[in-house]
């Protein structure tokens, strides 16, 4: 209800100002409590009051029920007070408490995302935000998905929670206007629970109808109620002393079938008792009112025909069979059974007094009561014997795609096809200064004032006397892109090491790390100048989570891409350099590349659904070993899921990838994947290696997700889910199979894998969390057929199913 004043009865449809799906888990109950203006805990035998309000009548049916899966629901009062309810028990809510109010009504909340089925729809349950804020675009897509998983809850848990709950209620149940206990568990279909539920005197609120029976749940209860107290059916003494054999049956049969059909006229087909009638219908479709065999139907061997029929009574025998090898073009009768009505099935002669019949024998009935059916779909072989099973000695499987990548610029390695003056083709790599040997004056500089130097022992470049933020090392390739041209639309790489040192500082954190502020993090700005003047400028910044201390190198991985704007024949240079240096500072550069990724960087060419995740091991990268690319941050202005590098116990050496400076549970590492490679039917196996850094034991879960090509929406699957870690555990390995489903196929280009960290357990501060040998690697193709074993191969031809 969304305001004062009575409502009649939710029994045939619902009022117009009623709520949105004011059914579903009986809502009104706890809205009752609103109508009186009552704050505190909800008391369900208040829910008495619905009587008194006009309400007489609550339905629910069990689709319903299970809809609302688990889910809480806000209610407010009216009147100068607030009352949110929190319903703990799923999927009906009972408990609940709230602060007092004046008078009003409780409303149910009709845009909960958890009952409308939409998880990205957030609109009613959080502050909408602009992608740059602090919880931007992943609280937006994402967090609204994460809620939902604490929701999938067992059906044993929800059974549980609800018959708890009930202990609280204690209201009658009415049916057919006598009180009854229920005969079976109608939302769970559990005759235990209901045992236990009439153990404790469980009862129902008055006047609520049960929920609807489903066509399995009239099936069982037919089963249960209907044959309990039949008695033993035995061949009938009309077919004494027994009826003829197939081969009696082909030589004199006492007639046939479509005789028999003809007479019928549409009505039951009865096989009279004590005679052989042979099978002589056509090969098309023959549809009669029911098939009641008394005496013997013989089927020769190999008839093609199909018989569509209500129900199959075999009171005397039924014989088939068939020789030919198993073969689509092979199959021979096929009795299909038809309609929806009920049966009753009376038998005959001396099986008439047998006790609890005549019977409903349900719909699509195949019924043999004191009869004999004998069908043999192999006859014995002086080879095979009289095997009537094959063993399948494994699955016939698929090979894995292979997809042409050729034509996705963004999924391939880009080459440039431009030479230099010199006839030479242009190389991969614009620039790759290590600085072992010195520094290219030509190109490298610094602000005015600033002095740029070799050190000849670290084999760096280094650039001393800043005293301004605009005076950091600056690179100028001009000479670069006009001798090979930077290609539009192309993704580049620019990685580099650096190192921020300060007098009596060594060791200490730098104000970018401690801060995070634009103001005091270096800033590498792209400038390029146009010969009208109007340069172009675009800029990305250190932040946080990769910058460390005073005297400690850490390295900065940025990616740019020139448009069609930045490649005019009015460019007059290309320039890149570093700004806002903290004045009394000395900066180092080493290893500095700017180069279009390489095929470490992408999946293998000409087998690209081998492995998914490139360079998920970070041993083989770009940038000198140091671009974390393709990998990138969910929440890129604070932390890079930098590359780092330590010395194992063994004393190996080991590359992982480290986020630091989360700023949400959902903060991951991301990667693309190759959506031609998530066919249905492909198996493949998922694994990586996690360490984190936090004083309470995480578990985490890997996610794909990305938006439906048919704009429908985003799917989020999670086909891993990892157990509970601690810091003192170090490296921890989680692995399992990732089956291709149609939810997979649905997604569009755009997939992502990201691991999610638990939201109750990783809060502020959040965890650090290091991540190597993530991978996504095939297992096995589609399923295409069975190996069977070579000894029975009379029995099957090619395309048997």
């Keep these: 209800e969304n305001g004062p004043g009575p409502v009649k009865t939710y029994d045939e449809g619902v009022p117009d100002n009623a709520p949105v799906d004011a059914n579903k888990d009986l809502s009104a109950m706890v809205a009752a409590q609103g109508q009186h203006g009552q704050g505190g805990p909800v008391d369900l035998e208040e829910a008495k009051q619905l009587l008194q309000m006009g309400i007489d009548e609550l339905v629910v049916t069990e689709e319903e029920v299970v809809e609302t899966g688990g889910a809480g629901y806000d209610y407010s009062m009216d009147g100068g007070a607030s009352h949110k309810e929190e319903v703990n028990v799923e999927p009906i809510p009972v408990g609940g408490a709230g602060s007092g109010g004046g008078e009003g009504a409780g409303y149910y909340n009709p845009h909960d995302p958890m009952l409308q089925g939409d998880p990205l729809d957030t609109s009613s349950n959080y502050t909408e935000v602009?992608?740059?804020?602090?919880?931007?675009?992943?609280?937006?897509e994402m967090e609204a998905g994460d809620l939902l998983e604490p929701f999938n809850e067992t059906e044993f848990l929800l059974q549980q929670q609800l018959e708890e709950a009930a202990n609280e209620v204690d209201i009658e149940i009415v049916i057919n206007e006598t009180e009854n206990v229920v005969e079976e568990d109608y939302l769970f279909n559990d005759t235990e629970a209901t045992s236990r539920r009439r153990q404790r005197n469980l009862r129902y609120p008055k006047n609520v109808p049960l929920p609807k029976l489903t066509e399995e749940q009239k099936r069982r209860k037919l089963q249960n109620l209907a044959t309990a107290d039949i008695g033993t059916f035995a061949p009938l003494s009309c077919n004494d002393p027994g009826l003829p054999t197939a081969v009696e049956c082909e030589s004199s049969p006492a007639g046939t079938l479509s005789s028999l059909v003809s007479a019928a006229n549409g009505g039951e087909v009865i096989v009279p008792c004590g005679g052989c009638y042979v099978y002589d219908l056509p090969a098309g479709e023959t549809n009669i009112g029911g098939l009641n065999i008394l005496g013997k139907l013989y089927v020769p061997p190999n008839h093609k025909s199909t018989l569509l029929t209500p129900y199959v009574f075999v009171?005397?025998?039924?014989?088939m069979s068939d020789t030919n090898p198993i073969a689509p073009e092979n199959v021979s009768l096929r009795i299909v059974l038809t309609g929806t009505t009920d049966v009753m099935f009376a038998p005959a002669d001396s099986n008439a007094g047998v006790a609890g019949t005549p019977f409903n024998a349900g719909t699509k009935a195949f019924l043999v009561a004191g009869g004999k059916l004998n069908v043999r779909g192999w006859?014995?072989?002086?080879?095979?014997?009289?095997?009537?099973?094959?063993?399948?000695?494994?699955?016939?499987?698929?090979?894995?795609?292979?997809?042409?990548?050729?034509?996705?610029?963004?999924?391939?390695?880009r080459i440039t096809d431009a030479l230099k003056s010199s006839g030479d083709v242009c190389p991969r790599q614009v620039i790759n200064h290590n600085f072992d040997e010195e520094v290219d004056h030509s190109v490298w500089s610094a602000g005015e004032g600033a002095i740029v130097s070799h050190d000849d022992v670290a084999g760096t470049m280094v650039v001393t006397n800043i005293n301004k933020p605009w005076q950091g090392p600056r690179l100028d390739f001009t000479k670069y892109a006009l001798e090979c041209p930077l290609i539009e639309g192309a993704k580049y790489l620019i990685t580099l090491r650096i190192k921020v040192d300060k007098e009596s500082f060594e060791g200490q954190m730098?104000?970018?790390?401690?801060?995070?502020?634009?103001?005091?993090?270096?800033?590498?700005?792209?400038?390029?100048?146009?010969?009208?003047?109007?340069?172009?400028?675009?800029?990305?910044?250190?932040?946080?989570?990769?910058?460390?201390?005073?005297?400690?190198?850490?390295t900065f991985t940025s990616?740019?891409?020139?448009?069609?704007?930045?490649?005019v024949d009015t460019v007059m240079g290309n320039l890149f350099y570093l700004e806002y240096t903290e004045p009394g500072t000395t900066i180092s550069i080493d290893d500095f590349v700017f180069e279009l990724p390489s095929e470490r960087s992408y999946p293998v060419g000409n087998d690209a659904c081998q492995e998914l995740v490139a360079n998920g091991d970070a041993e083989n990268a770009d940038g000198a070993?140091?671009?974390?690319?393709?990998m990138w941050s969910s929440r890129s202005n604070d932390w890079q899921p930098n590359i780092h590098v330590e010395t194992l116990p063994n004393g190996s050496v080991n590359k992982f990838f480290r986020a630091s400076n989360r700023r949400w549970h959902s903060d991951t590492i991301r990667a693309s994947l190759l959506k031609e490679c998530f066919v249905k039917g492909l198996v493949y196996n998922i694994s990586l290696k996690v360490r984190i850094q936090k004083?309470?034991?995480?578990?985490?879960?890997?996610?794909?997700?990305?938006?439906?090509?048919?704009?429908?929406?985003w799917t989020h699957k999670q086909p891993l889910k990892c157990p509970e870690q601690m810091q003192d555990q170090g490296w921890v390995e989680c692995s399992g199979p990732l089956l291709i489903d149609e939810d997979y196929e649905a997604i569009g280009q755009d997939l992502e894998l990201e691991v999610i960290m638990d939201s109750n357990q990783d809060t502020?501060?959040?965890?650090?969390?290091?991540?190597?040998?993530?991978?996504?690697?095939?297992?096995?193709?589609?399923?295409?057929?069975?190996?069977?074993d070579g000894g029975i191969t009379t029995r099957w031809s090619p395309n048997a199913e």
């Design 130 to 140: 602009a992608p740059g804020d602090d919880y931007g675009e992943d609280l937006y």
């Design 315 to 319: 009171q005397g025998e039924l014989e």
């Design 379 to 413: 006859d014995e072989s002086d080879v095979e014997g009289t095997a009537t099973w094959s063993p399948l000695l494994a699955m016939a499987e698929g090979a894995r795609p292979t997809p042409d990548l050729s034509s996705n610029l963004e999924k391939t390695v």
């Design 510 to 554: 730098t104000p970018c790390g401690e801060t995070n502020d634009w103001r005091e993090c270096l800033k590498l700005t792209r400038k390029i100048m146009l010969s009208d003047q109007n340069d172009r400028y675009s800029s990305q910044r250190v932040n946080k989570g990769i910058v460390g201390k005073y005297g400690e190198w850490f």
């Design 559 to 567: 990616t740019w891409t020139y448009e069609a704007d930045d490649l």
């Design 625 to 630: 070993g140091w671009s974390y690319f393709p």
């Design 695 to 713: 004083d309470v034991p995480l578990k985490y879960y890997v996610q794909l997700k990305g938006p439906r090509a048919d704009g429908s929406g």
């Design 764 to 788: 502020s501060p959040w965890a650090v969390v290091d991540y190597d040998d993530i991978s996504i690697s095939f297992a096995s193709g589609p399923a295409e057929g069975l190996k069977v």
